[in-house]
């Protein structure tokens, strides 16, 4: 594809500086932008980066105006990576053709479900009794809608996600391959058979139920609620390889990178952001506008906004050796340092 | 549905007090539960929560029995929580239709499989040459079995779960959608071409063995054993997201949660629990009745029983900071206060 | 099977010791090798293993030469180790049939992908329009290649693996059950509606480009790249359920055990070892020849080859309990020693 640039400032704004002919046929990273490209500068600190760029045109903020219009065309844009984001969804528009809307012969739909015909579904996609699919929504191959199931308008479940019987999922979300929403929960009662040491399974009665404008990356799992349901809010974006437990609640445009780790009942917040592996204990409640880091455990409930970190830092393995090492006694250090601080008073 | 609760005490025992005619259309925490709702109080300790409780019915241990009949119509068990789980079954058997027996006719089944007569195959199952799958087994949709491979009767493996060639799962157990049995473990040599520098995969002639009763949930991997197989006891629990790696023996009715990592060969005992993302060493020992926490990493044997932690604690990001700063340089703390206390004397 | 010990020489080289009529019928690890195993000591460290070992033969390395001919058949050869993997890749070309080729009837291949006729297309695979496959390759049951995506020769995407749209793998590549090569990178702007509150989706324009003889585990993701692609370089093994964000890239031959996470375009080097569930943060580097111990958090570029740690020990609860407490405080204890220092001097 190549377009105009000033085709891409009449669809999304911003003031161009320069030649408005000027053919784009890609976008680039700043560090890998050459003619034809436009690239941004997402913040005015990264200003070096200019230098020497050859891309045909830079989306920069106002504080870069000068630098930028030297080089050669220029957007100037409030916000340059918001610019920069749909200017993404612009162009996949007109590069991406949607899938084709319709049944395909070979999928799997089972008498009693409801599907818009507006919907697209793919091959070998499994469509349970009463699962009901939404006006644009795309179900891609080998994907599975479980019995009585609900796709809101304009999702699309990639190929192989899966949302299980009775599990409902709101408008315009993504949901990558390999996704499973409403496994069972993880409950069990000590006192089975083999002496009371055996496990005896809780039946998962919930259901999960995910708002609008949602985003699951790939083999994350959200689990079915025991009793009472799982709860996502609307314009969450969870990463890949996520947990989320039964009865967890998420409140709106809250974000997750890869390996978050939620347990059961746990409450969090609108607006939060959970760095990469943290883990938050099961029952506890974080309030919204909290940000933790990457790896940290969060054991107790999170009351105040704010950031949050907890983690080993690493070391060259010496190093870190002998620092362990010590740590495994670490109490002891602390009680002989205020026996010596009595001595010498 | 709607149920006497005379007929759930007939069921499943325990002593009534009050109404058993009193009609119950759901099970409910005791935070939700309303009008129609039975629920319970788990352990004595959580009396508080029997304040202004509103539902049909409480299920409470002989401690608290006064209190809650006060309330209005109660159970007293001797182990609640564990009533709860038998009701849980109980209410699903009434509730949720089992699925339907046979072998759709989208299921790919290769010549020479033996699929008993009452198990059912869902759509697009695929079930390789001379499997096995017993009684009232269940093969969900795009599940798959694969050649040689034996399912145990009454076992189910849910949408997309998948056993692969020659492994073995026992009776009554329950795989949830996405997870992987019996893929290769992790076994390379060094020294391949580019000067000895590549890999050489070391081919995994083992399979998983995977006894009764056992549970494994989303998007879990077990991988098959290098040379011997890897060992899954009876009544074990995984839950979503866990890695089992070769060779590893896994002892009776042991739980581990989401994210637990074990590496090869790594021997875990019976009746342990392994906390959320805990890492387990290969080629280590485990004994019975071993609990560990959260993020502990084990890096050698465990031979007693009792409860293991290790994960950093976390914090505000400022005193995280100043703790983890100091943590790098904590051996030198070590060494100056040695030098000060031999100082002081 | 049964082969001669003499046919194992023959084929794999190596010192035979002994009578090469020996009869062979499986490979065992040497505490469980009997009467008709082959087995082998990896290491000369782990002589005292031999002690009364009956199987048929072992390999050994030039040091335990006359130890193990003493106990019977012997085959010395100069890495044991790696003799063993090539011996694990012969028995396997002997006792497991490769998978029959050409296209099965029920699998789904759209108009216009190039399948060379050498390849096997197992049931229910999913082949989008324009993809190309080649010579020898195998596509597993309800296995995915998107649209315009490449497989090379002689790979195999094992059953419910998944190459998205445009992505590519070079030759002799295993891909693992539940694989999600290509779904998208995790990219949001902040700044959409709800006051600026929500998240803009930026739109993943790149691609995954996978080398030659990589194998990638089970249920591991590899995400799309943002502007530009991922890429993983040749003879890369990656374990099960690793995440690889979007515009990574890993150098040849670097191995990664379960778990692994690398954040956005961080950059990994060739012939690296990265231990189970350690994390790499977005946007750094890693030298070649780095070793990463199992957890550690690299929060900034490591540009020295080395090994590098970084998790908290485990203890007994109690102990950890009393050294977490005290480490929540730690840069008091610095303080309250250099204060000490001070006033002693």
């Known amino acids: 594809m190549s377009v105009r640039l000033a085709d891409i400032v009449d669809a999304l704004g911003g003031e161009l500086i320069g030649d408005g002919d000027v053919p784009i046929d890609h976008i680039a990273a700043i560090d890998a932008a050459g003619p034809g490209a436009i690239t941004f500068i997402a913040q005015a600190k990264f200003r070096d980066r200019l230098a020497g760029c050859t891309a045909a045109c830079v989306i920069v903020a106002p504080e870069l105006r000068e630098a930028a219009e030297q080089l050669g065309a220029t957007i100037v844009a409030t916000d340059p990576y918001l610019y920069y984001a749909k200017l993404t969804q612009w ?55 479980g019995a009585q199931a609900v796709v809101g308008a304009h999702t699309r479940l990639h190929p192989r996600a899966m949302l299980a019987d009775a599990c409902m999922i709101g408008e315009r979300c993504t949901v990558h391959s390999g996704v499973v929403i409403g496994a069972d929960g993880f409950g069990f009662a000590p006192g089975g058979p083999d002496n009371g040491n055996a496990w005896v399974k809780i039946e998962q009665l919930g259901i999960v139920r995910i ?72 029952h506890i409640q974080i309030v919204d506008h909290v940000f933790v880091d990457t790896c940290a455990v969060i054991s107790r409930s999170i009351l105040k906004p704010g950031h949050y970190s907890g983690y080993f830092p690493f070391d060259d393995n010496a190093t870190w050796e ?13 009680e002989r340092l205020r026996a010596l601080e009595k001595r010498v008073k």
Chains 1, 2, 3 share one sequence.
């Open 322 to 334: 002998k620092n362990a090492a010590t740590l495994r006694h670490l109490y002891t250090l602390r």
């Open 91 to 145: 162009w996949v528009a007109r590069t991406r053709p949607p899938p084709p809307p319709g049944i395909a012969p070979t999928a799997v739909v089972e008498e009693g479900a409801h599907i818009d015909p507006s919907a697209a579904v793919g091959p070998l996609a499994f469509i349970g009794a009463r699962a009901q699919i939404g006006a644009g929504a795309v179900i891609g191959a080998h994907a599975h809608v």
């Open 211 to 282: 708002g609008n404008d949602v985003d699951i990356g790939a083999n994350t799992c959200i689990d079915r609620g025991a009793i009472g349901d799982t709860l996502i809010g609307n314009g969450v974006k969870l990463d890949n390889l996520i947990q989320i437990a039964h009865n967890v609640q998420v409140g709106d445009h809250t974000a997750m990178a890869a390996f978050v780790g939620i347990a059961g009942s746990a409450k969090i917040g609108a607006h939060c952001m959970l760095g990469g592996a943290c883990r938050i204990y099961g």
